[in-house]
Structures are given as C-alpha cells and as structure tokens.
C-alpha cells in the first residue's frame, strides 16, 4: 500500500511537470484554431487572444493564465458536439466520430460519406453540407459548401484535408485521382519537374498519403542549419524549410544564400515564411505581397526558383479571405501549416512531450513543426529534438517525405 501511494505520487508530479513544460513563454502560441497544445503561459505571461487562429503568450499576468474565449470547436455551431473538432483534427483518436456516422452532418471521412447517404440529399436544411458562413447556394443544397458564398457548382471537391481557394469555376476541383509522388525525386528539391502545378491556393494541416510524414523547419537559415542538415543526410530524411528573410541570420551574409543553396541540392524544399515575419492578417494585401516577393526574390538568386509553398507566421490567416487572396495574386499554391507541434519554441525542446504529441497522431499522415532557432536554443537541444522526432517517427512505421512528395505538387513556381 505505502509503494503504490508513493508511485501514485511520483506519476502525478511527473505529469504535473511535463503539463507545466508545455505552457507557452514569452510570444509562444497558446491557442487559436488548429493550436493542439497547452492553453496556458508560464509565470509572468498571459495568454491573448489575436485572432480566430491565434493567441500568444504576452507580458503581464499569473502562471498558466487562462486564454480569451475560446473559439468553439463547432464551426458557427451548426455542427454540435458531434461534428468537425475544428482544433483537434477530426478529433484525433474519434475521426469523425466513427460511432455515430450519421451525426445529421451526412459527413463520415472514413465511410466515405456514409455511401447510401452522401451528404445527405434528402435533407438540404444546413445538416447535409458545410456552409462556412452559413449562405447557402440554392443551386448546391445537396453537398457544397459555400466559402463566403464564393463557391460555384462545380467546386466541391475537397480532397485529403487541402482546402481549395481558386475561385475560378471548375478549375479548382482535386482530380480524383491526383498522379502518386515518384518512388525517387530527382535532387535539388525535384529538379527534374516530376510534379504537377497546383491548381489554385490550398491550405494544408497534413499528408496526402496515409503514413507519410513531412518534417519542416521554420525561421532559417540560422546557424544550427548544417548541423541539422547533416543530421537529415545521415538519417536519410527529407524535409521542408520555410524561409525568412531575416530573423537569426542577415541575407547579406554569405552563408544565408549558401545555406538555401545546399538545403535545395540535398533534395530538401524550400517554402516561403515572410520577410519580417509578421502576422499576415494584420496587413493589407499590398503588404502582404511584399512580405512574400522579397523573400521568393532571395530564394529565387540561391536556387533559380520562386517557391509556390507557404507557411502563414504562426498558422494565422488560413481562413483570412484577405489573406488567401493575396498570396494567391502572388502565385502561390500550397499554405502549409501542420498537425503535430512539439512546442520546442515553449518547452525548450522537451523531447517525452514531443514523443508524447507524435504518438497521440499516429496513423494520422502528419506535417510536423520544428523550428532552426528559438529563444534559449542550443546546437545540442536542437539535434536532440530533431534526432528524437525522426527516430520515433521511423519507429511509428511512417515514410519521410519532402513537402512536394507530401502534397503531391511542385513546390516551384
């Protein structure tokens, strides 16, 4: 009786120590849509709400602040408690509530819309499509959904969790069939062009392809890059890099176009990650577009390609028609953020909560984030992490797979 007291004790100040690891520090994300980790800020910080896709950890307040209001999880409630999780990816380990495949929602991913019921058409009364703004298109009442009414008839293919933002008729349906990744890439980042053109602005969270796994890195080049870089070629791993401007490391040094350079050649992609970093619904269109052409200007003199991915500086934006169509204007076809968020920015690079999060996703495709640099990081915390992630995702069963290979698409313009 005393051991198991004991024991009892020691877990519970474990868990209490790896939930208090992952609360958010200074500016670290703690909530918002898509967020999958701890609302909470450490000591001195509280968590604030931006936007709908974003809260921050910001100066002033208790340890383990509570954040604003939260969003709820039913897209403007029409959904209920047994609908789209929108902060939880389907909800993780319930996809779709595999129990309940009716749900009034006629939307069953794995049931593949419940077969005798797809979407619905007997019922064309908001139960059996997804009206994001709830204005419905009277010609579409048996399976669309209307994006701020801007949907035609011809546009209500959203396949394998990319939401597509051309609103051109037609042009924007996925094939049925996208053509499979090539089992060998050509290097230099698909130089050889294996891939098609994406169709349109699609936002991503994951994979195509079951039990693929992209690992990306934000906010390089830094000067931890060829050691993580070394670490990929000696573990065979692919990634994605989203670049900035200037963060850690100047443009004007030589080394930040060196190291795009070899990031290329190695077969790694390059995306897109702002030049200043900003969060993009605070600017106008015009900004917007400037932010992304210096920074596709610079990838464009170390590589001789404008990149066609994206990723939005702390998720935010995804939902932002501003936003969208700005970086559409701007040639873009893929905003990529991610479903599995180690929090290393937060924690320090605490690997058992990076383990934990990788395996609570498991059999999921999965887009991981890691960042090159963050505050505190050292060269040793940064390989550890990395090296922990590929090591349990490898053990998992999962295939690495650079950005175009986990969407299927040119990363290039």
């Known amino acids: 009786m005393k051991f198991s007291l004991i024991f009892s004790s020691l877990t519970a100040l474990g868990l209490a120590k790896l939930s208090s690891a992952a609360c958010g520090g200074a500016y670290a994300q703690c909530g918002g849509n898509n967020f999958q980790g701890e609302a909470c800020c450490v000591s001195g910080y509280t968590c604030v709400k931006q936007n709908e896709w974003y809260s921050d950890c910001q100066p002033g307040g208790a340890a383990n602040a509570a954040p604003a209001a939260p969003v709820s999880n039913a897209v403007d409630n029409q959904w209920g408690n047994n609908g789209w999780d929108w902060n939880n990816q389907w909800n993780n380990n319930n996809q779709w509530n595999n129990n309940n495949n009716n749900n009034n929602n006629g939307w069953d991913w794995n049931n593949q819309w419940n077969n005798n019921n797809q979407w619905n058409n007997n019922n064309n009364n908001n139960n059996g499509g997804f009206d994001w703004n709830n204005q419905w298109n ?3 009442n048996n399976g669309g959904f209307d994006w701020n009414n801007q949907w035609n008839n011809n546009n209500n293919n959203n396949n ?7 609103w051109n008729n037609g042009a924007n349906q996925a094939p049925a069939n996208p053509a499979p990744a090539p089992a060998n890439p050509a290097p230099g980042g698909n130089a050889g062009g294996s891939y098609p053109a994406g169709s ?4 991503y969270t994951q994979c ?3 039990m693929n796994w992209a690992m990306t890195f934000d906010d390089g080049p830094t000067e931890f890059a060829d050691d993580i870089l070394d670490l990929l070629k000696e573990k065979g791993i692919k990634a ?11 443009n004007t040094d030589p ?3 060196r190291i795009i350079k070899r990031m ?4 790694h992609t390059v995306g897109n990650h702002t030049y200043d970093h900003e969060d993009l619904t605070k600017l106008s269109a015009d900004q917007i577009q400037s932010q992304m052409k210096q920074v596709e200007n610079l990838i464009s003199q170390a590589i001789g390609k404008k990149p066609a991915f994206m990723r939005p500086p702390y998720g935010s934006g995804s939902g932002n028609q501003n936003v969208m169509g700005a970086l559409q204007a701007a040639g873009y076809t893929a905003a990529v953020t991610w479903n599995v968020d180690p929090m290393d920015y937060s924690n320090g690079g605490d690997i058992n909560y990076a383990k934990q999060v990788i395996n609570q996703a498991k059999g999921q495709p999965i887009i991981t984030l890691n960042h090159l640099k963050y505050g505190g990081a050292t060269k040793e915390g940064i390989l550890a992490l990395a090296r922990a992630e590929i090591d ?4 998992n069963g999962y295939t690495s797979v650079n950005m175009e290979e986990c969407l299927g698409i040119s990363g290039y313009q």
């Not at 290329?264 to 077969?267: I, K, L, P, T």
């Not at 349990?392 to 053990?395: K, Q």
């Open 138 to 140: 009277n010609n579409n």
């Open 160 to 166: 394998n969790g990319g939401f597509n933002f051309d």
């Open 200 to 203: 349109g602005l699609q936002f």
């Open 240 to 250: 994605t890099f989203f670049i900035v401007g200037h963060m850690y490391m100047q």
């Open 392 to 395: 349990t995702m490898l053990a």
């Open 208 to 210: 195509k392809n079951p």
């Open 255 to 257: 080394n930040w176009s």
């Open 264 to 267: 290329y050649n190695e077969g």
